[in-house]
Nanobody
Framework: QVQLVESGGGLVQAGGSLRLACAAS????????MGWFRQAPGREREFVASISRSGGIKYYADSVKGRFAISRDNDGNTVSLQMNSLKPADTAVYYC????????????????????WGQGTQVTVSS
């Protein structure tokens, strides 16, 4: 199992930016496909972004495409989510997730394919 700890959440005004980070430990980080998900109050957890083991393939939910950017540092064992042009609709708890994957190039949006989860970090966007 890989352990994941998110940081970087907070309160920001609409139009602002935040950068989330997720630190991984316990296993070889580059063996894992990584993802970011979010869950707003009263709603199901939803996909935000995914990045392949190599970092070369990225995939975004339509709702964040062009505003959010996922990246990873395999030497530093971290994955980040740069969030720009934030909207009140982006308010949620953001979760980092990891999935062991044999492919260097796979990205996936299905929640059930990720076996390892962080505790989440709150992002609140005020209007």
């Amino acid at each position: 199992q890989v352990q994941l700890v998110e940081s970087g959440g907070g309160l920001v005004q609409a139009g602002g930016s935040l950068r989330l980070a997720c630190a991984a430990s316990g296993r070889t980080f580059s063996d894992y496909r990584m993802g970011w998900f979010r869950q707003a109050p009263g709603r199901e957890r939803e996909f935000v972004a995914s990045i392949s083991r190599s970092g070369g393939i990225k995939y975004y939910a339509d709702s964040v495409k062009g505003r959010f950017a996922i990246s990873r540092d395999n030497d530093g064992n971290t994955v980040s989510l740069q969030m720009n042009s934030l909207k009140p609709a982006d308010t949620a708890v953001y979760y980092c997730a990891a999935a062991s994957d044999t492919s260097y190039y796979t990205v996936r949006s299905d929640l059930k394919s990720y076996a390892n989860w962080g505790q989440g970090t709150q992002v609140t966007v005020s209007s």
